[in-house]
C-alpha cells in the first residue's frame, strides 16, 4: 500500500527572493575568488560586503534558527546574524578565501630599477614605482615622498656599496594588505658616512602577477661596515 506524502505550508515570496538572491550572489563571489587572485584591499573589501549581505539572504529563510551574540554588547538572529557571523569573521574568512598566485617573472629586475633610480636621486620615478595599491593605503603622495628622501637619504651622498644580507618570502605580513610578499635586507655604505646603514625592501604580488615595490625602509643608525666594505 503506497505511503502518501504531504508538504504542508506556505513560502513567502520575498523570503524565497531573498534566499535566491544569497545563494546566487554566494556563487558570483566564489567564482570571484578563483578568478581574481592577488585582490586589492577595494576588492577584498567588496568580496566580503557581499558575501555577508549574500549570507544575510540564506538567513532570511532561518528565522529562530540562528542566533548570534558577541560578547554580551551585539544580538542578532535569522538574515542579521548570518551577516553578523560573516562580518565579524572577516579576517579568517579572507585568509581562506582569496587566491594568491606567485609571478612567473623574478622580482629582482624591479628591484634593480628601483635601487638604481634611488642612487640617482630620481626621486619621482622612484615614487612611480611604488605599488600604487600601498601609496593609496598609506596615503603617500609624491610630495610625501620627496620629503622623506630629502629627510633620510640626500645628505648621505653617492652610495658606494650595497650587498644583499637576506631574503625572505611572506604572506600577508602584519600592517600590510593580503598577498605575497618578498622581503630583503642589504647593508650599504655611503660616501658620506663612515659606517653602513640598514635597508630593507619588500615587494608584493599584483593581480596582474607582477612584482611591484610596496615598501623601502632605511635605518637612521650607522653600523661598522665589514671590512670587505672597505677594500
Known sequence: MPIEKKITGTIDLNTLLAFGFGVGFLAIMLGFA????????????V???????????????LPGYLHVE??????AGG????????????????KNAVTFETPEQSPDPVIATFFDALDRGEIM????????VL??????TAQRWEELYNANLRDLGPMVRRELMGVNA????????????RYQNYLTKYKNIKGCRAESLMVRATQDKLW????????PVTVDCPPKFLE
Do not use: H
Not at 620615478?125 to 600604487?132: F, L
Not at 611572506?170 to 610578499?181: A, K, R, T
Open 170 to 181: 611572506l604572506i600577508s605580513p602584519s600592517g600590510f594588505p593580503l598577498g605575497l610578499y
Open 70 to 75: 558577541y560578547k554580551n554588547v551585539f544580538r
Open 135 to 140: 601609496r593609496e593605503s598609506w596615503g603617500i
Open 34 to 45: 578563483v578568478a581574481f587572485p592577488n585582490p586589492t584591499p577595494f576588492q577584498i573589501r
Open 47 to 61: 568580496f566580503m560586503t557581499a558575501l555577508a549581505t549574500s549570507a544575510a539572504g540564506v538567513g532570511a529563510v
Open 125 to 132: 620615478q622612484v615614487y612611480d614605482q611604488i605599488d600604487p
Open 79 to 94: 538574515a542579521l546574524g548570518l551577516f553578523a557571523v560573516v562580518w565579524f569573521f572577516q579576517p579568517v574568512i579572507e
Open 212 to 219: 611591484r615595490v610596496s615598501s623601502y625602509q632605511i635605518s
